[in-house]
């Protein structure tokens, strides 16, 4: 039996008006990565903020290699040999790869940083995570991936015991992921324990040995993974079974609504044209950096277009302003949705009725009861969890938020809805239900494009797709030529 290196018992944690722990356990041993599963507000993150030091928990115990600790900050977490890498990159931009990992505690001589010294030492650990870049080179001039590989050798500076990892691919390229796995391999067999937090069950079935589960602030169980199936960490989270999934039924298409013709935007996007239908899912997918969002950000005049037409409904809508072609019938879900979607500060109601202010505000007087109604409408429409319609959207989880975005755009009654990345950041539950709003709302007429880096909702959700590759459309498939080796053949060509 290995070590146990944390062992995490009762832990409980409330905030004004939520209980977001009640008695929550976990354990983790040496040399292993545990998966850390459960839906958005199951309180995952609030038990590994309690382990890192940023929350004090209400009562429970801690235990690391045995012996019982407070945690009582950020820097107490890390003499103890924790480090968190959050999802959102904590590096500073513009300082070099060797100041960011040893920020705060520069290495000195005569009194003075030694940058010599300071980059000699961390080459040594971005050789163990296996990262091939000068020390030198200032962090913003990395890719995303290559950041979080400098977050991790940082931690590797800190002798750290165990890594906590949450949602750490979510930016990454198919080939980044590669090597975030390989050296998480690496770290587990100097005995360095690994807690893995994800949505992508794929990924947790690749990379972990046992996955904790949580529901509502409690925990649910532990199990081996090799031993489990999807369908049983699927019912342990959601406290159901979801017969149905990727919910779709197919019908067939109308009328054009949307057409693009020979789309340019600089070297993001090269000669692309594209159609979609009413009552039509069509899918864009592509690696990281294909071009697919740039694409239809263009096709809505948020980026600067060298060339091309854009006609809804058979008017040309090439030379309109964006909100004019909202006007047209169009809405963008966009694919951050803390950055370009949401106020977070403000309440559910306020993002919700945001886009759609001429309902129900006049020259005179504003009709508080069509808001409500408008608002409330999209609550229960989109099964959005929350106490009232005058919660700040910061307070609701990942899945919820997104439900609000969509309930936002879906207020404003469009005919062609874009969707980028719709399920990135979700958990499984929420990925069903915005599924099934998808398969109602394209039931109903509406035409729907997504854009998705996940190609198992691509293959089960649409009827058509499009493959990017360098800021072109590379190939086009129905339904029934979705094959994976077809898909990836497109999605990594260099020419057409």
Known sequence: ????????????????????????????????????????????????????????????????????????????????????I???????????????IFLGRELKSAGMVDKRRMYREAKQWLDMVGLDVNPATMVCRLSIGR???????KACSLNMKLMIMDEPTSSLSENEVESLFHMMNSLKERGIGIIYISHKLSEIFTITDRVCVMRDGSYVGTIITKESEESDLVSMMVGRTLDNYYARTFNKPGEVVLEAKNINSGKRVVDCSFSVRRGEILGFYGLVGAGRSELLKAVMNLYPRDGGTVTIKGQDVSKLPTRKIQEMGIALVPENRKLEGLILKN??????????????????????????????????????????????????????????????WLASEPEILVLDEPTRGVDVGAKAEIYKIMNELAARGMAIIMISSEMPEIVNMCDRMLIMSGGRIRGELDKSEFEQTKILHYAIAEEI
């Open 1 to 84: 039996m290995p070590k146990t290196l944390v062992e995490m018992t009762n832990i409980s944690k409330s905030f004004p008006g939520v209980k977001a722990l009640d008695n929550a356990q976990l354990t983790l041993y040496e040399g292993e990565v545990l998966g850390l599963l459960g839906e958005n507000g199951a309180g995952k993150s609030t038990l590994m903020n309690v382990l890192g030091g940023i929350y004090k928990p209400d009562t429970g115990s801690i235990k690391i290699d045995g012996q019982e600790v407070t945690i009582g900050s950020v820097v107490e977490a890390q003499k103890l040999g924790v480090a968190f």
């Open 86 to 100: 959050h999802q959102e990159i904590a590096l500073v931009p513009y300082l070099s790869v060797a100041e960011n």
């Open 147 to 153: 950041q979080q590989m400098v977050e991790i050798a």
């Open 347 to 408: 309440t559910i109601s306020f993002n919700i009725s945001i886009s759609v202010l001429k309902k129900f505000i006049g020259k005179l007087r504003v009709n508080y009861k069509k808001e409500k109604e408008i608002v409330d409408n999209g609550i229960q429409s989109l099964a959005v969890k929350t106490p009232s319609r005058t919660q700040a959207v910061r307070n609701l989880s990942g899945g919820n938020q997104q439900k609000v975005v969509l309930a936002k």
